[in-house]
């Protein structure tokens, strides 16, 4: 399966990134130390097992520090790598392949952890028709890099934003006054193409939801014995999605209740970068 990332998000991201990184006076470091002459051999390698995301970000690192640099991806974003696997080679300016290297090894662990831990979850659950989801506890300004690297691991997405979707959740019904009038006014104000979901924890809720109608229900922080209860109660008439502190011990359980979705807010908030490194070579 191949994985598409926009070219202009990719691209206004990673310029951000180099400014940050080379600051006013660019890599002063590698100025005062390498030849402006000097070219270079770099091999991007895994140094674990992981999943392998965020190519199209490493590779847009090196070519706005120098479009001339050679960038050859081994492995594709959604591959699988074990320790030592090269991923990519770069060849071409010592200076740029050193000014870039932390840009590109910054995008490529991050997602590439993203990647890895998803697939941990989807391996879990891969017995059962339920599909593991991200959610919007991302990274500020990198909430597309991380969802995509969610689907490079095997996982699906969730609303990307406050604005493509309508989620009522705890909260929402608190202050609309309850499951009813909440999802009577959500329906009143979106258009027929917008999905609305509501978040329960009780099944006197989820009747509730079921009686007014909604396109999915969120079953949050219910035991597996309840979501199960739950699920034969909804019986098809709506998606069913569990969510609440699910972790890598428990996610099979949930998802033998019948589930089909299970949000998992720690793919993106609590994966662990992945341990790739560049080596270099002067030619």
């Known amino acids: 399966m191949s994985f598409d990332l926009p070219p202009f998000l990719v691209e206004d991201a990673v310029r951000a990134a180099l400014s940050e990184d080379l600051g006013r006076a660019g890599d002063i470091t590698t100025q005062a130390i390498i030849p402006e002459s000097a070219t270079a051999r770099a ?152 999905k609305i979901e509501i978040e329960v924890d009780t099944l006197d809720q989820l009747r509730e939801v079921l009686a007014e109608g909604a396109d999915v229900v969120l079953l949050d922080n219910m035991a597996p014995d309840l979501l199960r209860e739950a699920v034969a109660l909804v019986d098809g008439r709506m998606i069913c999605e569990a969510s609440g502190g699910i972790t890598l011990e428990t996610v099979a359980a949930v998802a033998e209740t019948g589930v089909d979705l299970i949000s998992v807010g720690a793919l993106t908030h609590s994966a662990r970068v992945l341990d790739l490194g560049l080596d270099i070579e002067i030619a």
Request: proline share 3%; with cysteine.
């Open 43 to 194: 091999v991007i390698a895994a140094r674990e097992t992981g999943v392998v995301a965020g190519l199209p970000l490493a590779r847009a690192a090196f070519a706005q520090v120098d479009p001339g640099l050679s960038f050859e991806a081994w492995l594709a974003d959604g591959d699988a790598a074990e320790p030592g696997a090269v991923v990519a080679r770069i060849e071409g300016s010592a200076r740029a392949i050193l000014s870039a290297e932390r840009v590109a090894l910054n995008y490529l662990g991050r997602l590439s952890g993203i990647a890895s831990l998803t697939a941990l979850y989807a391996q879990r659950v891969a017995h059962a028709k339920a599909r593991v989801c991200d959610t919007r506890k991302t990274t500020p300004l990198m909430r597309a890099f991380e969802k995509y690297a969610v689907r490079c691991g095997g996982g699906s997405n969730h609303r990307f934003g406050l604005d493509d979707a309508v989620l009522i959740k705890d909260n929402h019904i608190a202050v609309a006054g309850g499951v009813a009038p909440a999802l009577r006014a959500a329906r009143a104000f979106v258009g027929h193409l917008t």
